[in-house]
């Protein structure tokens, strides 16, 4: 079954730390990847995508990620942690072209130590 | 660009009303939208997908009669949650996937802010 899976659900990180958030997939070829940012009470904001081509991808707020087919992984990364990057980040995955469904993650939530 | 927008952003209503949610394409013509519902602490849940002008295909467990999805033009849908309980309460979060000329990746979905519902 296609699936998308963070396996860490709770992270702590001091602010200036780097930090990394793990995401594995299951699908049968290679998908369609993104990050998605959740701040408390709001929307889904678009981190990054990963459709094909360079496997490291840079993103919005100084976010890049790297896929690894090798490792079935999609993990996020910044080099140096803000405050006001406590969120709930999903990886999210999607079949490939022509299709729409997105398979969340269950979503890991950041909390950042000043 | 690809700014959706969702309202109203909450609403408390009594039990056995209905609900209407209007998510927005406000700089793009999204010809696919899609309904999502979060619970506390939980991931997205899809709903039901819609594409502009043919009916909702709604997801397993998700009654199409209690939660009506209209797409009537490429910029809105509505959700409509009817006879609301308090079992209905929960985060209600829209998508919108740009078509072709839009210059908008097709496969990528454009989240809404989300409305919060309480129902009483």
């Known amino acids: 079954a296609q699936s998308v899976t963070q396996p860490d659900i709770h992270i702590t990180v001091s602010e200036g730390a780097s930090l990394e958030l793990r995401c594995n997939y299951s699908?049968?070829?290679?998908?369609?990847l993104f990050w998605y940012v959740q701040s408390p009470g709001q929307g889904l904001q678009l981190l990054l995508k990963?459709?094909?081509?360079?496997?490291l991808v840079q993103g919005i707020k100084g976010f890049e990620a790297e896929f690894k087919r090798s490792q079935s992984s999609f993990n996020l990364r910044k080099p140096s942690v803000h405050w006001s990057d406590a969120a709930e980040y999903f990886c999210?995955?999607?079949?490939?072209?022509?299709?729409?469904?997105?398979?969340f993650g269950k979503g890991t939530k950041l909390s950042v130590i000043p | 660009g690809a700014v959706v927008s969702q309202h109203p952003s909450w609403v408390i209503c009594k039990s056995g009303t209905s609900v209407k949610i209007e998510c927005r394409s406000l700089d793009f013509q999204a010809t696919t939208m899609f309904w999502y519902r979060q619970f506390p602490k939980q991931s997205l849940m899809l709903m039901a997908t819609?594409?502009?002008?043919?009916?909702?295909?709604?997801e397993q467990g998700v009654e199409k009669d209690k939660f009506l999805i209209n797409h009537a033009s490429l910029t809105l849908s509505t959700l409509t949650v009817t006879s609301a309980h308090p079992e209905d309460s929960s985060f209600y979060i829209c998508?919108?996937?740009?078509?072709?000329?839009?210059?908008?990746?097709?496969?990528?979905?454009?989240f809404g802010p989300g409305t919060r519902l309480l129902v009483l």
């Open positions: 999210d995955g999607q079949r490939g072209a022509g299709s729409y469904q997105l398979t």
């Open positions: 819609s594409n502009e002008g043919s009916k909702a295909t709604y």
């Open positions: 990963y459709f094909s081509g360079d496997t």
């Open positions: 699908y049968g070829a290679t998908p369609y």
């Open positions: 998508s919108a996937s740009g078509g072709g000329g839009t210059g908008l990746l097709q496969e990528t979905q454009y």
